[in-house]
């Protein structure tokens, strides 16, 4: 597609129950990022995906977080047992080639907004 | 750690003054340092970036940004601001390994422009 494309943009759930975002980044992107925009803490790296290496999972907060990318393209972020404190707005953005660092630039999708009752 | 730290939660300045938003960051190798902007509503976009080199750099929209090594700093400027550049912007480092990196973000300064 013509950029990074976030589904839904708006979600609202209970606490307790689970939630997936998705993220279908820019074709031909090696790299897909997850971040987090909440009023808190700002905007803060989740998780990060490059090719079939292992994902760097340094920025989930709990283990209820988790994501996946199928097939090296479409990625899908889930909150298991939500809580009040998971509303914000969540980010994917994609890079075309981490090895090139010139062209190393994240693209930024307009995310999506979680607020969690 | 690596930071970045934008000291102005917002600004205001009138339509056709210029514009100063300000940058920090902590890094213990050379960084790698980006300016970015979201409109309401919007994802981010980037205005520009930095790698290496020169230290005046031209983005998009008019937007210009200085690195000064021996300040940490990597201030964002426009000679003229347009009502159509009120959001917010984002000052981020890039932090990694092997070349690919999570981006570390300041929390923003919100712009106003007065008619």
């Known amino acids: 597609g013509a950029g990074v494309s976030q589904s839904p943009s708006n979600k609202v759930t209970e606490k307790g129950k689970d939630v997936e975002l998705r993220c279908d980044p820019i074709?031909?992107?090696?790299?897909l990022y997850w971040y987090r925009q909440s009023l808190g803490q700002g905007l803060e790296f989740l998780i990060y995906?490059?090719?079939?290496?292992?994902?760097?999972k340094s920025g989930l907060p709990s283990d209820r977080f988790s994501a996946e990318r199928t097939g090296g393209s479409v990625s899908t972020l889930t909150i298991q047992r939500t809580q009040q404190e998971d509303s914000a707005v969540y980010l994917c953005?994609?890079?075309?080639?981490?090895?090139?660092?010139?062209?190393?630039?994240?693209?930024f999708g307009a995310g999506t907004r979680l607020s969690v009752l | 750690a690596q930071s970045v730290t934008q000291p102005d939660i917002h600004i205001t300045v009138s339509e056709g003054a210029s514009l100063e938003l300000r940058c920090n960051y902590s890094?213990?190798?050379?960084?790698?340092l980006f300016w970015y902007v979201q409109s309401p509503g919007q994802g981010l976009q980037l205005l520009l970036k930095?790698?290496?080199?020169?230290?005046l750099f031209q983005g998009i929209k008019g937007f210009e940004a200085e690195f000064k090594r021996s300040q940490s700093s990597f201030n964002l400027r426009k000679p003229s601001v347009h009502w159509s550049d009120a959001a917010e912007y984002f000052c981020?480092?890039?932090?990694?390994?092997?070349?690919?990196?999570?981006?570390?973000f300041g929390s923003g300064t919100r712009l106003l422009v007065r008619p």
């Open positions: 953005a994609s890079s075309p080639s981490p090895g090139i660092l010139a062209k190393n630039i994240q693209y």
């Open positions: 890094y213990g190798a050379t960084p790698y």
């Open positions: 930095y790698f290496s080199g020169d230290t």
């Open positions: 995906f490059q090719g079939n290496s292992a994902p760097d």
């Open positions: 074709s031909g992107h090696t790299a």
């Open positions: 981020a480092v890039g932090a990694g390994m092997d070349s690919s990196y999570k981006l570390i």
